[in-house]
DNA sequence: GTCTATAAGTAGATAGAC
DNA sequence: GTCTATCTACTTATAGAC
């Protein structure tokens, strides 16, 4: 049982590093020292790796999304979620390098992925709505269909963020891939919050800044 | 020559439809009704293919931000450019589908691809810059900061909207895609726009649509 | 220009010995 | 549990006939 849980980590590490469709079987078996033969007495074959790996990001993800709905969190802890989810994200990069191809070789992922993304949506439409009724943001021009196209552009960096910052060249680790990322959403939400809203979100940056340092 | 130019159109035609990775260099051949060893007369490979193929799309772009920085258009062409620019990656969205693979795999195209990535992002904060001189929008605290992370964002709208919507399950044509991206660029800028600026660029929406329907 | 035939390379998968 | 050996399937690429 050991072996098995060795080998999905090397493997975690292997696709985040240089990607899935990049990697053979053989590839994995020999960073591993093992031979491939025995790679494949322990997965079926990279099919199997995948979704296991796939379904610890599921469960990571779903953990927090659930937390939020349930406990009915303050807005400060919804959006310290957000980092958190971004920390995962980078965590399982390699499923975002190229998502549309790695749902089409492994099918079984597709329709849970698309669930997640559903419940994900449903909860930064939530966490906006929350925010407009706390008067974090205050905006009486924020109808129901610019919350959803601002969903979308946010749902967009879930997705995409990391991927558009490697094609940009910017390698970044996973500390300034997760500013990177709230800096964007910021951004977005800037316009519709008063001096002191904004103050409150940089010093969640920063207090999430010293606490990743410390 | 014109079979040549049948294989390109053919080949472009069958890449955006199934993927480029989908597909292989006899697939294109039996679709073309031709041998596999008849394809590789014309072209050394799918690399060749789709090196070609990239290069007409680079040069549609480059002569629209040509025009647009060389002529000191107007605001509203400026605008306009960008409905075509997204006409532009819809009709050769192949390339856009996983992004980060396929420059890897034909790594002559990598540079070039980052350069006219780099030209568009110079193109866009042009654009906004012009905006906010104008007057068209008006925001003090729209500072350099904040312009170079709305670029991005625009600019992650031009790589993966159409990753997004495909993701998500949106099986859009040409038209509702460009509206779409629109839309959400508009989304943007909404909050930093007056009342009659926003009815200028939903009367553009508008305009388009019919022109294009008509 | 176009075809057939075939080589060469690679990934995925399994059987059977240890 | 682990290994070696091997097989299938697929794609790219080329040589040589028509």
Redesign the pocket.
């Known amino acids: 049982?050991k072996?098995?849980e060795h080998i999905l980590l090397v493997s975690l590490e292997l696709f985040n590093n240089e990607g899935e469709s990049n990697l053979?079987?053989?590839d994995i078996a020999n960073e591993l020292?093992?031979?491939?033969?025995?790679l494949?007495?322990?997965f079926?074959?990279?099919?199997e790796l995948v979704t296991e790996l796939y379904q610890r990001f599921e469960v990571g993800v779903e953990l927090l999304l659930h937390e939020g709905l349930e406990a009915k969190s303050t807005l400060e802890e919804y959006w310290l979620h957000l980092y958190v989810l971004f920390e995962h994200i980078y965590n399982y990069r390699f499923f975002f390098r190229n998502i549309s191809d790695l749902l089409q070789k492994y099918q079984s992922i597709e329709p849970r992925f698309r669930r997640l993304m559903e419940q994900q949506s449903r909860w930064v439409e939530q966490l906006l709505t929350g925010l407009l009724e706390e008067g974090v943001i205050a905006d009486p021009n924020l109808a129901a269909e610019r919350i959803k196209h601002l969903t979308d552009n946010i749902m967009l960096l879930f997705t995409h963020w990391f991927q558009f910052q490697v094609l940009r060249n910017r390698k970044l680790g996973q500390h300034d891939f997760i500013q990177s990322a709230i800096l964007q959403i910021m951004t977005l939400l800037a316009p519709y919050m008063g001096n002191l809203q904004l103050q409150f979100m940089e010093a969640c940056l920063e207090l999430y800044q010293r606490e990743k340092q410390g």
């Open positions: 049982m072996r098995r053979s079987a053989v020292d093992i031979s491939p033969g025995n494949y007495y322990h079926k074959g990279k099919d």
